[in-house]
């Protein structure tokens, strides 16, 4: 049984490392992203990238618990991905643009 003990600390090891990868250009995009999206799929891919190394380490440690806290770190991440998205789509929008459109198809002009 020697070596699937050893297969499964190299499986380990390479794991880490490419999440530890992940990771780094991850930070590097969230960084240097240019528009407010690119940064929030980065913040999410971080969130993924967490979630791996959890897994991983409950993996390596045997912990049932390490399961739980993924889970509940996926569910943060989740919902915090979709407040930033609802925060994108209203930035920028004045009183003009919230109003409704009329039948016609114009918008309804201010008096």
Known sequence: MMDGELFLQWAVL????LLSLSFIL?????VLGP?????????????AAAIGF?????????????LDIA???GLVGFLATVAFARFV?????TE???KP??????REEPS
Do not use: M
Request: charged share 20%.
């Open 89 to 93: 789509l209203t930035r920028g929008k």
């Open 101 to 106: 459109v009329q039948e016609s198809g114009k």
């Open 35 to 47: 528009t407010l999206p690119d940064r929030i799929l980065g913040l999410d891919v971080l969130v």
């Open 54 to 66: 959890i897994a991983v380490q409950g993996i390596k440690t045997g912990y049932t618990l390490y």
């Open 71 to 73: 889970i509940a770190l």
């Open 14 to 17: 390479v794991a880490l490392a």
């Open 96 to 98: 003009r643009d919230a």
């Open 26 to 30: 991850t930070v590097v995009r969230v």
